[in-house]
Nanobody
Framework: QVQLVESGGGLVQPGGSLRLSCAAS????????MGWYRQAPGKQRELVAG???????NYADSVKGRFTISRDNAKKMVYLQMNELKPEDAAVYYC????????????WGQGTQVTVSS
């Protein structure tokens, strides 16, 4: 059974930091591309950051220079370090794992809420 379990969300003031974690189980983690997506109320889910099996990364323009994605294959974990948080970063953040042609294997976590407010 595949599980992606996010943690680390919460309430933070503008300018603050949070570190999200995603624990994966039930998959050969090292071969999967991992990503963090977010969805704010009334908006579509969007890719925030991705990291390939080879540890190449990509980021949404809105978070470049502020967020950092990383992975630990030994622990089957992926992280999102979020700095200089803005109110517009508030959303439910989801962990995603993809593998295979046409993303044949595509798994999602349940999400963790990030609120940025003073």
């Amino acid at each position: 059974q595949v599980q992606l379990v996010e943690s680390g969300g919460g309430l933070v003031q503008p300018g603050g930091s949070l570190r999200l974690s995603c624990a994966a189980s039930g998959i050969s983690f090292s071969i999967y591309a991992m990503g963090w997506y977010r969805q704010a109320p009334g908006k579509q889910r969007e890719l925030v950051a991705g990291i390939t099996s080879g540890a190449s990364t990509n980021y949404a323009d809105s978070v470049k220079g502020r967020f950092t994605i990383s992975r630990d294959n030994a622990k089957k974990m992926v992280y999102l370090q979020m700095n200089e948080l803005k109110p517009e970063d508030a959303a439910v953040y989801y962990c995603n794992a993809k593998y295979g042609a046409y993303d044949r294997y595509d798994y999602w976590g349940q999400g963790t809420q990030v609120t940025v407010s003073s």
